[in-house]
């Protein structure tokens, strides 16, 4: 059985700060309901480098060009780009995705690069 946990966190003075108390507890309890001997893979990911708000902008233009052109609404365009650019997981039959407030530089400019190849593969000129 393969379980997996996504936290989200920040770092205060060297430690980790979770956003609420309900994200510390899953944090904890999350190791509690394996046996000893379990073997772990722990992947865990670091930036202090926010997305630029320009960043952003052009992101949601290119999505909102997007859904106009194909004909999906505005939520439903930026659901595929997410999933397009490997930022949704599913675990119980439940999907998470990133939001894109909380990517970073790199991530922002995956996620622009992958409407502009959706919007090549489409036709649409998004550059």
Same mark, same amino acid.
Request: proline share 1%.
């Given at each position: 059985?393969?379980?997996?946990?996504?936290?989200?966190?920040?770092?205060?003075?060297?430690?980790?700060?979770?956003?609420?108390?309900?994200?510390?507890?899953?944090?904890?309890?999350?190791?509690?309901?394996?046996?000893?001997?379990? =073997? !772990? %893979?722990?992947?865990? @990911?670091?930036? *202090?480098?926010?997305?630029?708000?320009?960043? &952003? $902008?052009?992101?949601?233009?290119?999505?909102?060009?997007?859904?106009?052109?194909?004909?999906?609404?505005?939520?439903?365009?930026?659901?595929?780009?997410?999933?397009?650019?490997?930022?949704?997981?599913?675990?119980? =039959? !439940? %999907?998470?995705?990133? @939001?894109?407030? *909380?990517?970073?530089?790199?991530?922002?400019? &995956? $996620?622009?690069?992958?409407?502009?190849?959706?919007?090549?593969?489409?036709?649409?000129?998004?550059?």
């Amino acid at each position: 059985m393969k379980n997996h946990l996504y936290i989200n966190a920040t770092i205060v003075n060297g430690e980790i700060k979770f956003k609420s108390n309900f994200a510390e507890n899953r944090f904890k309890k999350f190791f509690k309901q394996f046996p000893d001997d379990s =073997k !772990i %893979e722990i992947f865990i @990911s670091a930036n *202090d480098k926010k997305g630029a708000l320009t960043q &952003l $902008a052009r992101l949601h233009a290119t999505i909102r060009e997007l859904a106009s052109d194909l004909g999906y609404t505005f939520e439903e365009m930026k659901l595929q780009i997410k999933r397009r650019s490997g930022f949704c997981f599913v675990k119980d =039959k !439940i %999907e998470y995705c990133k @939001s894109f407030a *909380d990517c970073d530089h790199e991530e922002l400019n &995956l $996620a622009i690069q992958t409407c502009i190849e959706l919007g090549d593969f489409n036709g649409i000129n998004l550059r």
